[in-house]
């Protein structure tokens, strides 16, 4: 995804990546034994969700903030959302924000 970005980048575009998560994904309010369904192959997992989370919200973190930075260094604008949020607020204070740095 990000080689992608940087190719249009540096094709002259001008690109904005809008990284929305479920606010589940964000915040992981579970607690003792959950089945996780992964998307693609439809595995299950039944995880102690409980044990799982300062793991999972860490490795979430780190995701985040590689794609920020990876993002920061190609010139390409990085906005992190989740579906708690918004959407039309979010991209009103995104471009607010984008104006007032140019």
Do not use: W
């Amino acid at each position: 995804v990000l080689q992608a970005l940087r190719q249009l980048r540096h094709g002259g575009h001008d690109v904005i990546l809008f990284h929305i998560l479920d606010e589940a994904e964000v915040a992981f309010p579970f607690d003792g034994l959950y089945e996780f369904e992964e998307p693609e192959s439809h595995d299950r997992m039944e995880i102690d969700a409980t044990a799982m989370k300062d793991d999972y919200l860490q490795e979430l973190n780190a995701f985040r903030e590689r794609y920020q930075a990876e993002c920061f260094q190609s010139g390409i604008d990085y906005v992190p959302l989740d579906t708690s949020m918004q959407f039309d607020k979010a991209l009103m204070e995104y471009l607010l924000t984008r104006r007032s740095r140019r």
